[in-house]
């Protein structure tokens, strides 16, 4: 069965760092998102993109981080600057298509350590 | 409350017995989804329910929607060991957004054998 898969499962920086995640959505799915979760809390929405570009952006999703899709594959969140709230398991996740009308399947997360 | 709020926070059962949860929301939906997540691992989608259905199953599995209260229960029906996780109610459309969902802190399940 296909699956959203995330790399590394596990990131550590140094504060002020810049650093990428990345995610390989379902290959036939249109729409992808970026989730994270800080530890023991809810999960927040962060970003949506369709089409090549940002669909809907939270608070969260300041100056800071940016999102591209490389190639037909591949779909990163980078964070410029790492700041120490930065820390918490961020997920990728994707869907054929429209939130309000089908499943999002999430990958398994990285988690995000910053020093 | 906020969006997507599940209670419990946390179910103890025997393996065998059955669970509910619960989840409300505030705003308008278009959805309403439940995810599991074993601990410090992914989210599993388990099912979606429409806005226009009252009741869906799948497997073990049954969920209820209604939008008057605007609350949706999950029940877990002969629930096993592996079953132990986090359990998450979230919705999409609320606020004008079709793009993201609004997932509730969680009710934490825990079957012992």
């Known amino acids: 069965e296909p699956e959203v898969t995330q790399t590394p499962s596990h990131q550590v920086t140094q504060m002020g760092q810049e650093v990428i995640l990345r995610c390989v959505p379902i290959?036939?799915?249109?729409?992808f998102y970026w989730y994270r979760q800080i530890l023991g809390q809810k999960v927040e929405f962060l970003v949506s993109f369709y089409n090549n570009e940002i669909s809907e952006k939270s608070e969260i999703f300041d100056d800071q981080f940016s999102v591209e899709r490389p190639d037909g594959s591949n779909f990163t969140l980078k964070i410029r600057s790492t700041k120490l709230e930065d820390s918490a398991m961020y997920f990728c996740?994707?869907?054929?298509?429209?939130?309000?009308?089908?499943?999002?399947?999430f990958g398994p997360g990285t988690r995000l350590t910053v020093l | 409350s906020q969006q997507g709020e599940e209670d419990p926070q946390a179910l103890s059962i025997q393996e065998g017995e059955n669970a509910t949860m619960n989840c409300s929301y505030k705003t308008s939906i278009n959805n309403l989804q439940w995810y599991r997540q074993n601990s410090g691992r992914g989210l599993v989608h388990l099912i979606l329910i429409r806005s226009n259905e009252r009741e869906k199953h799948s497997g073990r599995l049954r969920v209820t929607l209604d939008t008057s209260k605007k609350s949706s229960s999950l029940l877990i029906t002969a629930s096993r060991a592996a079953d132990t996780a986090s359990y998450f109610c979230?919705?999409?459309?609320?606020?004008?957004?079709?793009?993201?969902?609004?997932f509730g802190k969680g009710t934490l399940l825990t079957v012992n054998p």
């Open positions: 996740a994707s869907s054929p298509r429209l939130a309000g009308a089908s499943e999002q399947f």
């Open positions: 290959s036939n799915h249109l729409y």
């Open positions: 979230a919705t999409d459309g609320g606020g004008g957004s079709n793009y993201k969902l609004t």
